[in-house]
Antibody, heavy 119, light 111 residues
Framework: EVQLVQSGAEVKKPGESLKISCMGS????????IAWVRQMPGKGLEWMGI????????RYSPSFQGQVTISADKSISTAYLQWSSLKASDTAMYYC????????????WGQGTLVTVSS | QSVLTQPPSVSGAPGQRVTISCTGS?????????VHWYQQLPGTAPKLLIY???NRPSGVPDRFSGSKSGTSASLAITGLQAEDEADYYC???????????FGGGTKLTVL
């Protein structure tokens, strides 16, 4: 069974750093892309970027380029999303999702990681 | 402002048919990239409902169907049920942005 399991909810202060994770199981992570999607409170889905864990090739949405870093460790079937300096506006639910190709559908999703940034 | 445009809300009575539109441009839907649809029930992660314009993943009822024409796509739901009340999102790939794009989402209310 394909599963994407994300790390737990986080509460951080502005300026702090954070790295959240998404572990894939039930399939070979090196054969698929992993995307990160943001959903701010009460709002829609926003594509942040993707990574191909086999070679760590990464693409970012222009809206998120320079704001976050996407990485992966294929040896443990895990993708990451990290911030070096969080802002209150980063408060959101973050989902990872699997896709077969850059233009493909997102066929499996993680359960989401809620990130709250507040002083 | 989302790259793909959806109506903010639609509604229908149980048993009725509703459609949700998704309008794009020549750099995404019109460029022959597939349109995919997701259902997000309250408090849960999105779930793939339709892929490649009109294909249903295993387990999705045939009450859900998708179509595409030109720079637009549509999701149709027939025989509305209370459990269909959710947010629905379309998604495609955009050549200009070199990445995926989502519609703003449509809230379906079952009256």
């Amino acid at each position: 069974e394909v599963q994407l399991v994300q790390s737990g909810a986080e509460v951080k202060k502005p300026g702090e750093s954070l790295k959240i994770s998404c572990m894939g199981s039930g399939y070979s992570i090196t054969n698929y892309f992993i995307a990160w999607v943001r959903q701010m409170p009460g709002k829609g889905l926003e594509w942040m970027g993707i990574i191909y864990p086999d070679d760590s090739e990464t693409r970012y949405s222009p809206s998120f380029q320079g704001q976050v870093t996407i990485s992966a460790d294929k040896s443990i079937s895990t993708a990451y999303l990290q911030w070096s300096s969080l802002k209150a506006s980063d408060t959101a639910m973050y989902y990872c999702a699997r896709l077969a190709g850059e233009v493909s559908d997102f066929d499996y999703w993680g359960q989401g990681t809620l990130v709250t940034v507040s002083s | 402002q989302s790259v793909l445009t959806q109506p903010p809300s639609v509604s229908g009575a149980p048993g009725q048919r509703v459609t949700i539109s998704c309008t794009g441009s020549s750099s995404n839907i019109g460029a022959a990239y597939g349109v995919h649809w997701y259902q997000q029930l309250p408090g849960t992660a999105p779930k793939l409902l339709i892929y490649g314009n009109s294909n249903r993943p295993s387990g999705v009822p045939d009450r859900f169907s998708g179509s595409k024409s030109g720079t637009s796509a549509s999701l149709a739901i027939t025989g509305l049920q209370a459990e269909d009340e959710a947010d629905y999102y379309c998604q495609s790939y955009d050549l200009s942005l070199s990445g995926s794009v989502f519609g703003g989402g449509t809230k379906l209310t079952v009256l």
